[in-house]
């Protein structure tokens, strides 16, 4: 696998699906849960920063394409 | 000499010289009859009026074209007393009389031409447009020549005119046009269209246009020919075996070219509609454009919209699976020290452990324990 700054958001997404798997295994041990919990925020709250990032960068590329469709 | 002597063969002589001295040439005008070509070579016709009938002999070679009897001709000949056949005079040229005539004659001509296929609309050729040098068979004094050059310069610059100056009525005439486009024909620089015109006149005067010689000359031109003849009513021969005919001189200039200024406005209407063109293709071209971002923000919405839903889904998950909600219905954590006790087997009468409830952290100490049946 190459050298990246950071993963994809496929990649934090499928984290977190394996993360959600593992905890609801039964066999899971209760510390390891919350660990596992914690984990999963960290990857919630990234993936919707993710996210924001992606719908600015969209609104921001909109408004460029509407401003030269206006120049026409 | 009244008293003289004479045996036949030298009356027919001493007759003939004087017929010769009197009447070196004679023309006589009237209706033919009983006209008839013997050998493909001699021609017999008889001249009659009301009161008399004069017998004449010549060759085909003077025919001005295939006649009829009951047509009025006109024909210059010599009278003569042939030894043998009697009275006759010998014809020099015939040419038909009178308009009903002149008509007569062209009409059979012109079936006899027709026929020959010299109308044929597929010889027609396509004239150069415009042409480079004009070969023009006119009268270099008429108004006809006057006008084709003025108008041809007012509409086009830089053709080149080589004028071949030729009678364009009366006898010399045939002779002279077919000479002059055989002549351009002939040229080594030749041109490559040629005008053969004159102003109008009465159907005598355009004569020299239907005749056969003329007519075959223009058909058999190599270089592509126009035949203008002002305002005439009836079409003469050479126009119809022309590659084009026109109307007048001057028509036949603004046939030959075009007309600058015409062009101009013609060149710039061009201009126009290219860049109309032009924009409408950039146009269409920004429109599709257009169309393609339009799709291109629904679709990246689209996924967008997708990948959030997934999120919210996993995020509804991740709240289910906080151990933390348990704790707030009712279920409680058990350690000993950091080791979470899952079983009773873990645990002795006396040990202290630490409970956790959601909203608590508790130290208990254990005073019985009973494990459950089948443990």
């Given at each position: 696998m190459p050298k990246s700054v950071q993963k994809s958001y496929q990649d934090v997404s499928a984290e977190l699906d394996e993360v959600l798997a593992s905890l609801q295994n039964a066999d899971v041990q209760v510390d390891e849960a919350v660990k596992l919990y914690e984990r999963g925020l960290q990857l919630v709250a990234e993936l919707e920063k993710r996210i924001t990032q992606t719908e600015n960068t969209i609104t921001k590329l909109t408004l460029q394409a509407e401003r030269a469709k206006g120049d026409s | 000499m009244n008293d003289v002597e004479l045996a036949p063969s030298e009356f027919v002589a001493l007759l003939n010289q004087t017929l010769e001295f009197a009447y070196p040439s004679v023309i006589v005008q009237g209706e033919l009859a009983n006209f008839r070509v013997s050998k493909n070579r001699w021609v017999y016709f008889d001249l009659k009026d009301e009161l008399a009938t004069v017998r004449f002999f010549g060759s085909v070679y003077q025919l001005p074209g295939p006649l009829e009897d009951g047509m009025?001709?006109?024909?210059?000949?010599?009278?003569?007393?042939?030894?043998?056949?009697?009275?006759?005079?010998?014809?020099?040229?015939?040419?038909?009389?009178?308009?009903?005539?002149?008509?007569?004659?062209?009409?059979?001509?012109?079936?006899?031409?027709?026929?020959?296929?010299?109308?044929e609309p597929g010889r027609k050729r396509m004239l150069p447009y415009p042409p480079q040098h004009v070969g023009l068979v006119t009268s270099g004094e008429s108004a006809a020549h006057r006008d084709f050059i003025k108008v041809l310069h007012a509409r086009w610059g830089g053709v080149r005119i080589t004028l071949v100056d030729?009678?364009?009525?009366?006898?010399?005439?045939?002779?002279?046009?077919?000479?002059?486009?055989?002549?351009?024909?002939?040229?080594?620089?030749?041109?490559?269209?040629?005008?053969?015109?004159?102003?109008?006149?009465?159907?005598?005067?355009?004569?020299?246009?239907?005749?056969?010689?003329?007519?075959?000359?223009?058909?058999?031109?190599?270089?592509?020919t126009v035949v203008a003849i002002g305002h005439e009513i009836d079409i003469s021969l050479a126009e119809l075996a022309a590659d084009m005919r026109a109307s007048t001189p001057s028509n036949a200039a603004e046939l030959l070219v075009p007309d600058r200024a015409h062009e101009l406005v013609r060149l710039e209407h061009q201009k126009a509609r290219l860049t109309q063109s032009a924009t409408a293709f950039t146009t269409t071209q920004r429109q599709r454009l257009i169309a393609y971002i339009t799709r291109?923000?629904?679709?990246?919405?689209?996924?967008?919209?997708?990948?959030?839903?997934?999120?919210?889904?996993?995020?509804?998950?991740?709240?289910?699976?906080?151990?933390?909600?348990?704790?707030?219905?009712?279920y409680a954590l058990v350690y000993r020290g950091k080791q979470a006790i899952r079983s009773g087997k873990q645990v002795n009468t006396g040990d202290t452990l630490r409970v956790v409830l959601a909203d608590a952290d508790m130290e208990v100490v254990v005073q019985k324990k009973q494990m459950k049946e089948g443990e």
């Open positions: - | 009025m001709v006109k024909v210059r000949g010599t009278p003569r007393l042939h030894p043998q056949y009697g009275f006759s005079v010998t014809t020099q040229s015939i040419t038909p009389a009178g308009e009903g005539s002149i008509k007569k004659a062209a009409a059979l001509l012109e079936a006899k031409l027709r026929a020959e296929g010299l109308f030729v009678q364009v009525q009366g006898e010399a005439a045939p002779a002279q046009i077919t000479q002059a486009i055989a002549l351009l024909n002939q040229a080594s620089d030749a041109p490559d269209v040629l005008v053969v015109t004159r102003g109008g006149g009465s159907a005598d005067d355009l004569q020299a246009f239907s005749t056969e010689q003329v007519t075959r000359a223009v058909a058999a031109s190599r270089i592509p291109m923000t629904h679709l990246v919405d689209a996924s967008l919209r997708q990948t959030q839903h997934n999120l919210a889904m996993q995020k509804q998950l991740l709240t289910a699976l906080n151990p933390q909600a348990a704790l707030t219905r009712g």
